[in-house]
C-alpha cells in the first residue's frame, strides 16, 4: 500500500524540476495574455498616434490626386510618386509596428521570464506523425480546447456588437455629416468599440493566465518516488556519503598520527583522553596541540609516544582541559599557560637527567587547571562522537569537504 502511495502524482515540483522543464523550454504561458497584450498595444497606439497617423495619410492622399496634364501620360512619374507614398506609409507605420513588437516580446515573459532554449526548437519528428496529430485533435483535452477558443470567440463577438448595436444612430448619422466631421466621428466610434473589445479581451486573460500556472505545475508533479530519487541524486547517496567521510577521517587520523612523534610531551587522563603538544621557542608564540583523542585513538597516540621515547604525563584534568578547549594544530589558551608551563619545565628537565644522569626529575602533580574548562569525564559514546567531531574539523581545516 505505501508502494502504491508513492507512485501518485501528488507532490510538487521541485526546484531541480522545474530548473529541467525551463532548460528544455518548458515554462507556463498563456496565448490570451499575448492576444491581449498585441491587440491592446495595437488598439491603444493607433488611438494614441491617430493624430499624427491622419495627418500624414491626408499628405499622402493629397500628394497622390494632385497631378497635372503631364503627370498623367509619365509612367516614371507615376512610379516614383507611388515610391513615395509608400515611404511615408512606411513612417507613420513604424512606431506602431515596434509597440505592438515591444508587446509580442514582453507578454510572455511577464509570465514565464525570458527563456533562450535550443531544446524547445530543436526537431521532433514525433510531432509529424499525423496519428499523433489527429490523436490530439480529438482527445479529450483537444475538445475542451476547441470548447474554451470557441466561448473566447463567442465572447469578443456578443462584446463587438453590442459595441456597434448601441451605437447604431450614431453610425447612421455620419451619412448626413461633412466628410472631415464624419471621419473624425467614424475614428472615434472605431476605437470605442476596439476599446471595448480589447476589454473583453482582458477579462479572458486575466482567466487564463492563473489557470495556465496551475496547469504547468501539474504537468510538473511528482511522485514521492521521484521526488526522493532526486534527492538521492543531487544530495547523494546516504551510504556513499558516510563512507566518504568515514575515509576523510581516517586520512585525517593518519595525518594527525604522523604529528605525534614531533611532539614534546603527550598528557593523558590516562584511559579515556591524551593530547600531544608541542612547542618550539621562536616559532610559536605559545604551545600548540598537535594530536588528541579518545578512546581508541588515545590508546593509538599513547602507543606511537612509546615508540618515539615522548614522555607521558598522566594529568586527568589538564588532559580533558586540553582536548575540549583546543583544537588540532592551535595554540594553547592563556589560561593554561602555567600548568602547561610546569609540564614543558618538567619535560626539558627529564631530557638533561636522559643527558646528563643525576637525579631524576619528579613528575608535576597538581597541576593549576580552572574550574571551567575542565569538563569533567565523558562516557564512551559521548568521547566517540567528539573524536568524530574533532577529526571532521581537522578535515575542513585541511581543505577536505564531505
Known amino acids: 500500500m505505501a508502494e502504491d502511495s508513492d507512485l501518485e502524482i501528488t507532490e510538487s515540483a521541485t526546484p531541480r524540476r522545474l530548473e529541467k522543464a525551463r532548460e528544455e523550454g518548458q515554462v ?29 495619410v491626408q499628405m499622402m492622399l493629397r500628394a497622390s490626386f494632385t497631378f497635372d496634364h503631364a503627370a498623367v501620360f ?17 513612417y507613420v507605420l513604424v512606431p506602431l509596428l515596434v509597440l505592438t513588437g515591444l508587446a509580442a516580446l514582453l507578454a ?40 474554451l477558443s ?20 450614431d453610425i447612421l448619422a455620419l451619412a448626413t455629416q461633412p466628410l472631415h466631421v464624419a471621419m473624425s466621428n467614424a475614428g472615434h466610434i472605431i476605437a470605442v468599440c476596439c476599446a471595448m473589445t480589447v476589454a473583453g479581451m482582458f477579462v479572458i486573460a486575466a482567466l487564463d493566465v492563473p489557470y495556465q500556472i496551475w496547469n504547468f505545475h501539474k504537468k510538473l508533479r511528482m511522485t ?22 568515514t575515509q576523510q577521517r581516517a586520512m585525517a587520523r593518519r595525518r594527525m598520527m604522523a604529528n605525534v612523534p614531533k611532539a614534546d610531551v603527550v598528557v593523558t587522563n590516562p584511559t579515556h583522553f591524551a593530547v600531544a603538544l608541542q612547542y618550539t621557542d ?8 598537535v594530536a588528541k583523542g579518545v578512546n581508541l585513538v588515545a590508546a593509538r597516540i599513547r602507543e606511537l609516544a612509546t615508540e618515539h621515547n615522548i614522555p607521558l ?10 582536548y575540549h578547549n583546543v583544537e588540532l594544530n592551535r595554540e594553547i589558551p592563556g589560561a593554561l599557560y602555567g600548568a602547561v608551563a610546569e609540564v614543558l619545565a618538567w619535560v626539558y628537565q627529564l631530557r638533561r637527567f636522559k643527558e646528563d644522569g643525576g637525579v631524576a626529575p619528579v613528575a608535576p602533580t597538581d ?13 564512551d559514546d559521548d568521547a566517540d562522537q567528539e573524536a568524530a567531531d574533532s577529526l571532521g574539523d581537522d578535515n575542513q581545516s585541511n581543505g577536505v569537504s564531505a
Not at 111 to 130: A, H
Not at 150 to 169: D, F, G, M, P, S
Not at 282 to 289: D, F, H, Q, S, T
Open 367 to 379: 597541576l593549576e587547571v580552572p574550574a571551567e574548562l575542565d569538563k569533567g569525564g565523558v562516557s
Open 150 to 169: 470557441l466561448a473566447k470567440i463567442l465572447v469578443v463577438a456578443v462584446i463587438a456588437t453590442t459595441a456597434i448595436w448601441h451605437r447604431r444612430e
Open 28 to 56: 507556463a504561458r498563456s496565448r490570451e495574455l499575448a492576444t491581449f497584450a498585441l491587440v491592446g498595444a495595437g488598439v491603444f497606439g493607433a488611438w494614441g498616434m491617430s493624430g499624427m497617423i491622419g495627418e500624414h
Open 108 to 147: 510572455p515573459m511577464a509570465l514565464g521570464g525570458w527563456l533562450l532554449s535550443t531544446k524547445s526548437i530543436s526537431v521532433n519528428f514525433e510531432r509529424l506523425n499525423p496519428v499523433s496529430g489527429l490523436g490530439r485533435i480529438f482527445s479529450i483535452n483537444g475538445v475542451i480546447q476547441l470548447g
Open 313 to 322: 604525563l598522566e594529568a586527568p584534568p589538564l588532559a580533558r582541559a586540553l
Open 224 to 245: 514521492k518516488e521521484e521526488v526522493k530519487r532526486e534527492h538521492r541524486e543531487s544530495e547523494g547517496d546516504p551510504h556513499v556519503k558516510a563512507r566518504i567521510r
Open 74 to 90: 509619365d509612367t516614371k512619374r507615376a512610379l516614383t510618386g507611388a515610391g513615395t507614398a509608400a515611404r511615408e506609409g512606411a
Open 282 to 289: 621562536g616559532e610559536m608564540g605559545a604551545p600548540k596541540v
